[in-house]
Each structure stands twice: as C-alpha cells, then as structure tokens.
C-alpha cells in the first residue's frame, strides 16, 4: 500500500547577497519555517533559488544552514538565473554541508531519485540555456512502478501556442507525464493547472513583487485513491518581512 505524502514546495525565491537581500533570507526562514511544521515528506525547490550565479560566501552559508534545520529529502534544481553555466553558485556549493537529505540535480538530461521510505520517485531536470528551443519537460520518464511519481521543472506555462518564449511547458507536456504532483518555477504567482491526472503548481514566489501583495509557497497532499491536492500558504508581504529582517538588524546591533 502506497502512504500519504505531504510535499512543502517552493521556487524563485531569488536569494541576493547584502541588506537589501534581508526579506528576502526571512522570507526563506520562514518557508523552511514551513516544512518544519508542516511536517513535510519531502521538500522541492523548483529553480531560481538563487536571484544570480555570483552569489558568494554568506548567502551559500545560511542556505546550509537553512536547509539543515529539514530532516526530510529535499531536492533543488536549477532556473534561469542560477543555471549550470560555469562557474555558477550552485555549481560550486556542495549541499553535502547542508546534510545526506539535500541533493541537487545537476543532469542536464534529467535525473529520477527514489525514495523508498516515501514510496515516491523525483524526476527533475536542470536548466542550462533558457533559450526557444529549451524544453523542461523533455524526457520525463512514464510511471514505471505503483511510487508516487513527482516531476519538477522550471520554465513557462503556456496554454496556447504561437507564444514565443523560452523554456515552453505545455498542457499536452503536463498530462502525458502522469506525474501525480508537478512541481514549477519561474511564474511568481502561485497557480495551479489540471491537465490529465496531473497536477500541476507553481508554488509562487517567497516574495512577490509589491510591496503589499503576500509571498507564498505550496503545500501539497498525495493521499491514495484520491486527486492530489494543493493549497497556497502565505508567507508574507514584502513590508512585513521587512519590518522583521529591520527588526532582526537591530537586535543583532544590540548584542
Ligand atoms: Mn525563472
């Protein structure tokens, strides 16, 4: 028998070095914040967790130390703006620091993890060139066996055709996965799109881009028999964050 499994998504949460990079590391306390409580199986980080590739010491620093603080399996990919080009930050972090839990695929053509303690398999594939010709979903493998069959990539939703832009995911793309839950990046906004039995999610950007408008982040719940579900969850506004990363500065000013 196959086992519920809770999955804590996020992307794009676009992590820059110095003060003006400060909501944006509250903003990704508060997702792994999220994990912890939720009790999460299993944890995705769908590209574009870095906002550039020359993002230095301190920022790689506190995302080991972030992701130490999850106990369940956790899996990044790349975006467009921290890809595999060289050089690039995630190419020279070594998330072993952060824990066995925490692995990156770096495959270009794609790569399945299993987790057997999760009943569930992670297809996932990094982004080298965000270009026309790039398709994220390429080589998504069909289900091959009764594990929850998960699928992450990062690219551009498009329900339509004629759209000329880069990193194309279409509906066609989507329901011939068979994936039970697919996990995106690159959209900001948290939205959800059905296409066969898959369900689909971008999880939404940690921090949106108005000041007054909520970051959020996707909880999603396989439970067997049963369609998935997903729900957005708030993580805040952008001047809440930055009301507590000032908040956070001055507290550390004091001691
Ligand atoms: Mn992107």
Same mark, same amino acid.
């Given at each position: 028998?196959? $086992?519920?499994?809770?999955?804590?998504?996020?992307?794009? %949460?676009? &992590? +820059? *070095?110095?003060? #003006? @990079?400060?909501?944006?590391?509250?903003?990704?306390?508060?997702?792994?914040?999220?994990?912890?409580?939720?009790?999460?199986?299993?944890?995705?980080?769908?590209?574009?967790?870095?906002?550039?590739?020359?993002?230095?010491?301190?920022?790689?620093?506190?995302?080991?130390?972030?992701?130490?603080?999850?106990?369940?399996?956790?899996?990044?990919?790349?975006?467009?703006?921290?890809?595999?080009?060289?050089?690039?930050?995630?190419? $020279?972090?070594?998330?072993?620091?952060?824990?066995?839990? %925490?692995? &990156? +695929? *770096?495959?270009? #053509? @794609?790569?399945?993890?299993?987790?057997?303690?999760?009943?569930?398999?992670?297809?996932?594939?990094?982004?080298?060139?965000?270009?026309?010709?790039?398709?994220?979903?390429?080589?998504?493998?069909?289900?091959?066996?009764?594990?929850?069959?998960?699928?992450?990539?990062?690219?551009?939703?498009?329900?339509?055709?004629?759209?000329?832009?880069?990193?194309?995911?279409?509906?066609?793309?989507?329901?011939?996965?068979?994936?039970?839950?697919?996990?995106?990046?690159?959209?900001?906004?948290?939205?959800?799109?059905?296409?066969?039995?898959?369900?689909?999610?971008?999880?939404?950007?940690?921090?949106?881009?108005?000041?007054?408008?909520?970051?959020?982040?996707?909880?999603?719940?396989?439970?067997?028999?049963?369609?998935?579900?997903?729900?957005?969850?708030?993580?805040?506004?952008?001047?809440?964050?930055?009301?507590?990363?000032?908040?956070?500065?001055?507290?550390?000013?004091?001691?």
């Amino acid at each position: 028998m196959i $086992r519920p499994l809770t999955i804590a998504h996020t992307s794009d %949460v676009h &992590l +820059i *070095d110095g003060d #003006e @990079g400060e909501n944006v590391r509250v903003a990704f306390t508060r997702v792994v914040d999220a994990v912890i409580e939720h009790d999460a199986d299993l944890f995705l980080i769908a590209g574009d967790l870095f906002d550039h590739n020359r993002i230095h010491g301190v920022v790689i620093d506190f995302v080991y130390a972030q992701l130490a603080r999850v106990t369940c399996p956790t899996v990044i990919i790349s975006g467009n703006h921290d890809n595999s080009e060289d050089d690039a930050v995630l190419a $020279r972090m070594n998330f072993g620091k952060a824990g066995r839990h %925490v692995t &990156l +695929i *770096d495959d270009a #053509e @794609g790569r399945v993890l299993e987790f057997p303690e999760l009943h569930a398999t992670v297809w996932g594939r990094c982004m080298e060139n965000h270009h026309p010709a790039h398709r994220p979903m390429a080589g998504a493998p069909p289900r091959t066996r009764d594990l929850w069959h998960i699928g992450m990539a990062h690219g551009f939703y498009v329900d339509n055709w004629g759209a000329d832009r880069s990193s194309l995911i279409t509906p066609a793309e989507i329901a011939d996965s068979g994936f039970d839950y697919l996990a995106l990046g690159h959209v900001h906004c948290h939205r959800r799109m059905l296409h066969g039995e898959t369900l689909a999610c971008y999880a939404g950007a940690p921090v949106s881009y108005g000041r007054d408008e909520t970051g959020c982040m996707a909880i999603a719940e396989l439970n067997p028999g049963a369609p998935a579900r997903v729900v957005e969850y708030a993580i805040g506004t952008r001047g809440e964050l930055a009301a507590v990363s000032r908040t956070v500065d001055k507290i550390a000013a004091v001691g």
